[in-house]
């Protein structure tokens, strides 16, 4: 209920401020487990596909957005998994993306783990893939143009630049990634593809 609110309060903001356009919507299922796994530049990145997707969605959310009162608030009424980077103990977090999938709903992911300085890929973690082989489900690429933009790693504050774009890419389907390893699913499949939409070469295939 807390989450349908929200979005009915701020996705028309987001979309006046900084979104340019969405492309690709059709790809995304109208029911039905699946993985979104997107690249990761700025701190509205969540808020962007927040507002372009229809369907409820759940993030892995790293522990740094919590340091934020007010992005700590919206995580937590949300109901999004917060995910401690540092930690060698992942149970939690696999269980905790196991339920939402089993559940039928939208996980969301960023690879990367962090925020580019300057819009570039950085070397993405295989846990996307895991968890995609683990609950047989597809992968959603999707490609976030410009975020940096508008509230980088640099800025202290949002810049009002009607500048971004979200694009949902075709599904990586499960039956296609099955037999493959998760280091050759994220860096030789998921990220080049998400890198090609955003202008990048990914640099860290296998």
Known sequence: MLYRVLKILLSPLIKLFWIERVEGKHNIPRKGPIIIAA??????DFAFLGAAVRRRLFFLAADWIYRNPFFRFIMRI???????????????????AAD??????????????????DGKPLKAYRGVARMALQNQVDILPVAIENSHH?????????????????KFLEPISYKEIADKT??????????P??????????????
């Open 39 to 44: 690249n990761h530049a700025s701190y509205l």
């Open 182 to 191: 998760p280091e050759e699913i994220v860096h030789d499949i998921l990220m």
């Open 150 to 166: 508008v509230f980088g790693r640099h800025h202290k504050f949002p810049r009002i630049k009607r500048i971004c774009r979200v």
């Open 100 to 117: 939402v999938l089993g559940r039928g709903h939208i996980l969301v992911l960023f690879p990367e783990g962090t925020r580019s300085y």
């Open 193 to 206: 593809e998400i890198a090609r939409e955003i202008g990048h070469e990914y640099e860290h295939k296998t």
């Open 78 to 96: 949300t109901g999004q998994i917060k995910v401690d980077r540092f930690s060698k103990d992942k149970k939690m977090v696999y269980q905790a």
